[in-house]
């Protein structure tokens, strides 16, 4: 999962980007990240939760 995570991410970043470059999208990504910066560890976390692992919950 953690691996997935990072890849849709990125790929979503990615697209993200592209689109506001070839005017599909106007809006200002800077203001964007400002306002939902806080999603990032949020998501990280619920990523890193939901791994299975090395000890942690899940190790028996």
Do not use: C, H, Q, Y
Not at 5 to 26: E, F, H, P, R, S
Request: glycine share 16%; no cysteine; proline share 5%.
């Amino acid at each position: 999962m953690k691996g997935n995570l990072a890849g849709v991410a990125l790929i979503l970043i990615g697209v993200v980007a592209l689109a506001v470059n070839l005017g599909w999208l106007d809006f200002d990504m800077v203001e964007l990240l400002r306002t939902w910066w806080p999603l990032l560890p949020i998501a990280l976390g619920i990523g890193l939760f939901l791994t299975p692992g090395e000890g942690g919950r899940n190790s028996r």
